[in-house]
T-cell receptor
Framework: IAGITQAPTSQILAAGRRMTLRCTQDMRHNAMYWYRQDLGLGLRLIHYSNTAGTTGKGEVPDGYSVSRANTDDFPLTLASAVPSQTSVYFC?????????????FGPGTRLTVL | GQNIDQPTEMTATEGAIVQINCTYQTSGFNGLFWYQQHAGEAPTFLSYNVLDGLEEKGRFSSFLSRSKGYSYLLLKELQMKDSASYLCAVRDSNYQLIWGAGTKLIIKP
């Protein structure tokens, strides 16, 4: 069982380019999330999806878009990358029910925008 | 606004006990989580508290006081592999997690 996979592991991108970060989970979790992690700051939620076919905006959604066509995949797209989007991006999933609803994280994508 | 506060960095000795504190001010409360994150890796779940009191899991324990907006993570019998960042997160009224910046724990031999 792989859990959550993310691709690519790392990427250097020129400003203005379009980029899609991929996230796939095999746990049949209903909910999925995208976070960014920057030095000195807590994880910040970009977008989330409570179930396939629905998405919602988190704390820092500007410049990012997501889709959730099926249960397993939750890609994050940067339409026109800017240097302030340099960060480590984590995808997470949870089963969306139960008292705990623990989030489980993928290994992350380290993105540098020049 | 919503706020989670934790110390930036702590140092402890192998074999000792360390307590990492977390205070929070959030719009609503639906549980508090502790995660461990080794450098360059993903956060991994450690503990969950929703009721006041102490939850014990092996060498790790987590305490919650909802009236004080306070939690701590207690690590006993410290090992070198416990060197990591420890993240506190609160689930708010929208059922979203609000994260602290994390506490970097350095273990010395």
């Amino acid at each position: 069982i792989a859990g959550i996979t993310q691709a690519p592991t790392s990427q250097i991108l020129a400003a203005g380019r379009r980029m899609t970060l991929r996230c796939t989970q095999d746990m049949r979790h209903n909910a999925m999330y995208w976070y960014r992690q920057d030095l000195g700051l807590g994880l910040r939620l970009i977008h989330y999806s409570n179930t396939a076919g629905t998405t919602g905006k988190g704390e820092v959604p500007d410049g990012y878009s997501v889709s959730r066509a099926n249960t397993d995949d939750f890609p994050l797209t940067l339409a026109s990358a800017v240097p302030s989007q340099t960060s480590v991006y984590f995808c997470a999933s949870s089963d969306g029910g139960g008292a705990t609803d623990t989030q489980y994280f993928g290994p992350g994508t380290r993105l540098t925008v020049l | 606004g919503q706020n989670i506060d934790q110390p930036t960095e702590m140092t402890a000795t192998e074999g000792a006990i360390v307590q990492i504190n977390c205070t929070y001010q959030t719009s609503g409360f639906n549980g508090l989580f502790w995660y461990q994150q080794h450098a360059g890796e993903a956060p991994t779940f450690l503990s969950y508290n929703v009721l006041d009191g102490l939850e014990e899991k092996g060498r790790f324990s987590s305490f919650l006081s909802r009236s004080k907006g306070y939690s701590y993570l207690l690590l006993k019998e410290l090992q070198m592999k416990d060197s990591a960042s420890y993240l506190c997160a609160v689930r708010d009224s929208n059922y979203q997690l609000i994260w602290g910046a994390g506490t970097k724990l350095i273990i010395k031999p």
